[in-house]
């Protein structure tokens, strides 16, 4: 444990049925910092902040606070104090009482005895956190009275008072519109200033995560993408989905052409960051990177501006460069249809190693009828790919170079299935496997979607068509494309 | 128009005071006859509280009377305690166990109660355990369970789920927020399951018929006893109904304050 983090995550992981919700999770906690789990929804961030206070416990690791395992500690005798999303304030109980429920079952150490507060006490710690909160003379207003942001504040108010060592926030403003969420949002910036206590925050408005926190904790599938601050988060994404998912950015498949060189949208740009020549990756490019130059310029690439949105402060644009769309921010107004040279700074070229070339299915088998089995589903394959020069045979058995007969029934194999192999299908009936979209990440000129089976199985595969997601759709793969590999010796299943 | 406008209107009213005057009848002939010391309804032989007088001097209408609000009251608490607890546990319990839980609940609310009495009886008697005023009351608190699970359940389903969490947030073991939170919060649904144990319990018969040690009368025993010995109404009972509805009409007087007493307070 390092001297100064005041929680921390050891492999933490929570499951629910057979889905990882939480998958080894490992955080530390400085005391003070304003930290912010950001994800889409569904990413583990809320099951994490619960397990932090105890409603729920971790299937595997462990959470130590100051130290101290308080993995299984039941929520009463954490030193923790959670807001929740709809306040969950007590409707029987004014305001006054509501605020000091936990006042009233704490006990203090007096001497070497413990006592209860007493009424003066309890009294000024609630006028107390009624000032912080900006709710004074409140105390004695029945909670349906007031309105959500007052509740808000009364919830919080009810945390705060008791002084806990981390004050946890579930999506404390996700009920309140959109300008009081702007003013709750400084305020609890203020108030964290001010009160010195761990916040740890949950969100998926990332807007509200680069604003208020220290360090963000960007998750996904319960698996944490990144941790960082907020500049580094937004500049620094370190992969598609990070980058994707904090503010607007246009991303694009590259290849590394040279020292600090790397080709996209059909050109070479100067970058800052290192990879090996010829290295696929991914390149994020922010919106306000991007420069809009007069189109007599040689050195730049041109694109042709189509669409245009006034966003208040800028302009938004979209051009296109060759087949590739480019989202650019400009505070001038320029008319569409005409053409611009793009600059683009080498620091504002974000290059990322590339996630993915091909789906891999390692625990994939052949059945009887010679097809491979990914997630359940048989696909046509080209079974004689396994032994090379070898003949399929009437009977379903292969017939190698040599003469050998084999049988792959049940046979393990490595499927893989590159991503632009797989056909993508509106209709389930017509397709081997179904499943639904789980993330489309857009790539200039084509979108790359995950699709999800139910057995939890994730295909991979870029189109040029728009879906949307939670979209059910139906998959089919050439046989031709699906490349297999045997597990073992190919001995293994010679007939004798 | 304005003839047609008025005449539908007088339809319209007039509709609703006969089917009001169609319900209450019966039971205002009664009142009304509960003052005069005629044997037969119909003939008013002069206005006398005589009726009252004879049902507040007859021992064993009396003791009836005790027996029934005996029974009514103590079942009443014996199911509103196990009802509230079982429905909360319920609420909290697993999505499959409450499903199976809830579709369980709901069988004894529809089944016919000479299933649930025949089946206690047999039960009873299989068990070698003697009719007495205990086994009546586990039938009626048979009887009662499932209409206290049903009214506590809304008012669980209303409730935040997150208040009993926070409760044990912020400091309070399971039984304390349970005490103070939950409990509190599902009060009102609490207390409709009182009352509709009560009144259930009140007018019932089959099961209390089967489940009593004989010489234990409760008002819908009595009744039944009598009418079908004496094959007519004895005019004293005349009296006890009138007394009975006036009860069930103070109760609903009540539930009623109650009730709007928290609205006044939710809207100020």
């Known amino acids: 444990m390092t001297e100064n983090s005041i929680i921390e995550l050891k492999n933490v992981s929570k499951h629910y049925d057979s889905t990882n919700v939480v998958d080894n999770f490992n955080l530390k906690i400085k005391k003070g910092e304003f930290v912010t789990f950001l994800g889409p929804s569904g990413c583990g961030k809320t099951t994490t902040l619960r397990m932090i206070a105890g409603f729920e416990l971790p299937d595997e690791g462990q959470i130590l606070l100051n130290g101290e395992d308080i993995s299984y500690l039941p929520p009463y005798k954490r030193p923790v104090n959670t807001v929740f999303q709809k306040y969950a304030l007590f409707p029987h109980l004014d305001v006054y009482d509501n605020i000091a429920f936990g006042l009233k079952l704490k006990k203090v150490s007096d001497g070497d005895k413990m006592r209860r507060l007493t009424t003066d006490e309890i009294d000024e710690k609630v006028r107390n956190a009624l000032k912080i909160v900006d709710l004074e003379e409140y105390e004695w207003r029945n909670i349906s009275t007031l309105s959500g942001g007052q509740q808000q504040r009364i919830a919080i108010a009810r945390a705060i008072v008791n002084e806990p060592e981390i004050l946890l926030l579930d999506e404390p403003l996700g009920a309140l519109d959109l300008k009081m969420r702007k003013d709750m949002q400084l305020e609890l910036k203020e108030m964290h200033k001010k009160l010195g206590i761990t916040f740890i925050y949950v969100t998926h408005d990332q807007e509200e995560a680069l604003t208020l926190s220290d360090t963000v904790v ?78 007599d310029d040689e050195s730049l690439v041109k694109g042709k501006i189509v669409s245009k949105i006034f966003k208040g402060i800028h302009y938004e644009y979209i051009l296109m460069v060759g087949r590739n769309e480019i989202v650019v921010v400009d505070t001038k107004d320029r008319e569409v249809g005409k053409t611009y040279g793009l600059q683009i700074k080498p620091d504002g070229i974000h290059i990322m190693k590339k996630e993915l070339h091909t789906n891999t299915y390692t625990d994939a088998y052949i059945d009887k009828n010679n097809k491979v089995v990914i997630s359940d589903a048989a696909f046509d394959c080209d079974i004689t790919k396994l032994v090379k020069g070898s003949r399929l045979e009437e009977d379903g058995t292969v017939t190698g170079p040599d003469g050998t007969s084999y049988d792959f029934t049940d046979a393990d194999v490595i499927a893989e299935i590159g991503l632009t192999d797989i056909e993508i299908l509106d209709y389930v009936e017509d397709a081997t496997v179904s499943g639904t979209i789980v993330s489309i990440i857009y790539k200039g000129d084509h979108y790359q979607l995950t699709i999800r089976t139910e057995q939890d199985e994730d295909f991979v595969l870029d189109t040029e068509y728009t879906y949307d997601e939670n979209d059910v759709v139906g998959l089919k793969v050439k046989a031709k494309d699906i490349s297999l590999k045997l597990k073992g010796e190919a001995k293994k299943y010679a007939k004798k | 128009m304005n003839t047609k406008n008025s005449f539908s209107r007088f339809l319209s009213k007039f509709y609703v005071y006969i089917l009001l005057l169609l319900l209450y009848a019966p039971i205002l002939v009664l009142i009304i006859f509960s003052f005069t010391p005629s044997r037969l309804i119909g003939n008013w032989s002069g206005f006398s509280l005589s009726l009252y007088g004879a049902l507040f001097k007859d021992k064993e209408i009396m003791q009836a009377f005790a027996n029934t609000f005996l029974v009514a009251v ?51 008697v299989f068990a070698g355990i003697k009719f007495n005023f205990l086994t009546l009351l586990i039938g009626h608190v048979v009887l009662t369970i499932p209409f206290v699970v049903l009214s506590v359940r809304p008012k669980l389903m209303q409730m935040d789920p997150n208040i009993y969490e926070a409760a044990l947030d912020l400091g309070a073991t399971p039984s304390k927020a349970l005490r103070k939170i939950v409990i509190p919060e599902i009060m009102p649904g609490v207390f409709s399951g009182f009352i509709l144990s009560i009144t259930l319990s009140l007018d019932d018969y089959i099961i209390t018929a089967f489940t009593r040690n004989t010489a234990f009368q409760t008002l819908s025993t009595y009744v039944y006893g009598v009418t079908s010995k004496k094959g007519s109404l004895p005019p004293s009972l005349r009296a006890l109904t009138t007394v009975i509805t006036l009860i069930a009409l103070i109760i609903l007087i009540i539930v009623n304050i109650n009730s709007s007493d928290k609205k006044e307070e939710n809207k100020r």
Request: charged share 25%; net charge negative; glycine share 6%.
């Open chain 1, 218 to 295: 960007v998750m996904k599938d319960g698996m944490i993408q990144q941790i960082g601050s907020p500049e580094e988060i937004y500049n620094e994404p370190e992969n598609a989905f990070v980058a994707n998912f904090i503010g607007e950015s246009n991303i694009y498949s590259g290849t590394i052409a040279g020292e600090k060189k790397v080709r996209f949208i059909n050109h070479v740009f100067d970058c800052v960051d290192e990879f090996p020549k010829n290295e696929k990756v991914d390149v994020v490019i922010r919106p306000e990177d991007v420069r809009l130059k007069k189109d």
């Open chain 2, 74 to 124: 103590s079942s009443a608490v014996v199911s509103t305690v196990i009802g509230t607890f079982g429905a909360i546990g319920i609420f909290y319990s697993k999505k499959r166990t409450k499903a199976i839980m809830d579709a369980v609940g709901n069988i004894p609310v529809m089944n016919a109660e000479i299933v649930t009495a025949l089946s206690l009886t047999i039960l009873f």
